[in-house]
């Protein structure tokens, strides 16, 4: 079975700062790894996905994410932080060898940038 | 190009009542789907459909029910609401059904339903 964590329910970062939003998965074939963010009373919008390749990935808005295999980690990360990148993040897996698009989400990470 | 759109945004249903939550997509998306969200869970699959004629059970199933007569629309029905089913539904398509292609899901608005 596919499973997705995140850690941490909030992440506070000042403007101008790094962030970096955490997210493990676990899944029995290749995995297939998605970030996505949520803005208050919106839809999800895609940020970035990891299917194959380079371990690094970059997305929309400035963001990107590192693929690793060992620690079964696709940590969300940005240079310099916005405050109008406060939203809802979602690590989100799914099996990439077998059946049909099933993605598993974790269970959010609600970032707050501050000025 | 719309992308994925659902209706209502917003909805107030009596325990017992039925209604249809209307999702349509105008990118010949192979694959449609039904997730809810609730704090601290994440989202949840409902159903799913990997094509016209073709759907299947997700992880939360019960209570709901849906049917793909077109490639376009997908909707997900309620049939008696209980309070339970108060929550937001985000219907989600993507072009090719497989896990293995690696096809991006994308998301519609969000349906806020509250049933009391």
């Known amino acids: ?115 | 190009n719309a992308g994925v759109t659902q209706t209502p945004k917003f909805q107030v249903l009596k325990t017992g009542q039925s209604m249809t939550l209307q999702c349509a997509q105008d990118m010949n998306h192979e694959y449609m789907s039904w997730y809810r969200q609730d704090p601290g869970m994440g989202l949840r699959l409902i159903h799913y459909s990997v094509g016209a004629g073709i759907t299947d059970q997700g992880e939360v199933p019960n209570g709901y029910n849906v049917s793909r007569s077109t490639t376009e629309d997908f909707p997900l029905r309620l049939l008696s609401a209980a309070p339970s089913q108060t929550s937001v539904y985000f219907c989600a398509s993507s072009y090719s059904a497989t896990a293995i292609s690696g096809n991006t899901i994308y998301f519609g608005e969000g349906s806020w339903l509250t049933v009391v």
Request: charged share 15%.
């Open chain 1, 1 to 115: 079975a596919q499973s997705v964590a995140q850690p941490e329910d909030q992440v506070n970062v000042a403007e101008g700062n790094p962030l970096t939003v955490k997210c493990t998965y676990s899944v029995s074939g290749n995995p297939y790894l998605f970030w996505y963010v949520q803005y208050p009373n919106r839809g999800l919008q895609f940020l970035l996905k990891y299917i194959t390749g380079d371990n690094l990935v970059k997305g929309s808005y400035g963001f990107e994410a590192e693929f690793n295999k060992s620690q079964t980690s696709f940590h969300l990360k940005k240079p310099s932080a916005l405050v109008s990148d406060s939203a809802l993040y979602f690590c989100a897996v799914r099996d990439g060898d077998t059946g049909f698009q099933k993605l598993v989400f974790g269970t959010g990470t609600r970032l707050l940038v501050s000025p």
